[in-house]
């Protein structure tokens, strides 16, 4: 079993900064995708970004293309989301993902509030 642990959501005004990390336990070996989806009210669960072992492969969203940054630190076992330019409909449940073989772990989520 792999445990995931979110931090760094909270509120933001539109166009600020904010950078969720995920802190990873347990047993962790192979983890051969990372990343993050979000979820807002109302709405299906998305993909926002994942990385590959080693950082070779690096995939967006296209909504947050150019203003979210994905990176991962491997020898730590965490990952993080450089999140800019911050929109009111970026607002949602944030969670962290990691793919261990054929399966898939899932954080318990963070909440990202982008209002005035």
């Known amino acids: 079993q792999v445990q995931l642990v979110e931090s760094g959501g909270g509120l933001v005004q539109p166009g600020g900064s904010l950078r969720l990390s995920c802190a990873t336990s347990g047993s962790i070996w192979s983890l051969n995708v990372v990343g993050w989806y979000r979820q807002a009210a109302g709405k299906e669960r998305e993909l926002v970004a994942t990385i590959t072992s080693g950082g070779g492969f690096l995939n967006y969203a296209d909504s947050v293309k150019g203003r979210f940054t994905i990176s991962r630190d491997i020898a730590k076992n965490t990952w993080s989301l450089k999140m800019n330019s911050l929109k009111p409909e970026d607002t949602a449940v944030y969670y962290c993902?990691?793919?261990?073989?054929?399966?898939?772990?899932w954080g318990k989520g963070t909440l990202v509030t982008v209002s005035s």
């Open positions: 993902i990691a793919k261990q073989l054929s399966t898939t772990y």
